[in-house]
């Protein structure tokens, strides 16, 4: 009974592969993020979703792209990864926007070779 | 300037020492001022919020907020080995449901 359960824990891919990241979050909360936490732990807000409305659209490139299929769900879709996209994707959820608690997921950790 | 600088330490102390850590925000409409944990190879976990200046105590942690200096602090009294963690701060302001983290302090707690 995880909270926020993301899949797959570690994805390991070659360069110029498409990957995606999967969300899911049994609270039953409105509000949905992805983060991007870099080797040196800088934890970064990148996408999220309220009610399967984007409301947060950080300055990714556009190779990131979001998809929110119901309030429970939030996959991440990564197109021709680069070296630097290698990090641990988290994803989080709040009850909603205004919340300062959100929960985190375990995180996947991406490899790019 | 960053939004919150944090120093990313590393700190190590021992057991049972009083820790504090710090951070600075820039943005005055912050509003909301968080701690999260993070276990190694884990997610981040809140671990206390407040809201404007002033103490809030839980347990062993104190959370401190000076709106007026834009500081923000964590102590720990009785530090434990199980404390060791990356200590995160964050910041919320009202109007774009965005939470700022600072880079994180690792902390090393030695029985």
């Known amino acids: 009974d995880t909270a926020v359960s993301q899949t797959p824990k570690y994805l390991v891919t070659q360069m110029g592969n498409d990957k995606s990241i999967k969300c899911e979050q049994n609270?039953?909360?409105?509000?949905m993020y992805w983060y991007k936490q870099d080797s040196k732990k800088f934890l970064k807000i990148m996408f999220s979703y309220n009610n399967k409305e984007l409301i947060i659209n950080e300055t990714v490139p556009n190779r990131f792209s979001p998809k929110s299929p119901d309030k429970a769900h939030l996959n991440l879709h990564i197109n021709s990864l680069e070296l630097g996209d290698s990090a641990v994707y988290f994803c989080?959820?709040?009850?909603?926007?205004?919340?300062?608690?959100?929960?985190f997921g375990p995180g996947t950790r991406l490899l790019v070779l | 300037q960053k939004e919150v600088e944090q120093d990313p330490g590393p700190l190590s102390v021992p057991e049972g020492a009083i820790v504090s850590l710090n951070c600075t925000y820039s943005?005055?409409?912050?509003?909301?001022f968080m701690w999260y944990r993070q276990y190694s190879r884990k997610g981040p976990e809140l671990l206390m919020y407040t809201y404007s200046s002033g103490n809030k105590e839980d347990g062993r942690f104190t959370a401190q907020v000076d709106k007026s200096s834009k500081y923000i602090s964590l102590f720990i009294r009785d530090s434990q080995p199980s404390d060791s963690a990356t200590y995160l701060c964050a910041t919320l302001g009202r109007s774009n449901y965005k939470l700022t983290f600072g880079k994180g302090t690792l902390l090393t707690v030695n029985p």
């Open positions: 609270l039953g909360h409105d509000t």
């Open positions: 989080a959820s709040s009850q909603d926007p205004n919340k300062e608690t959100q929960y």
């Open positions: 943005n005055s409409a912050f509003q909301y």
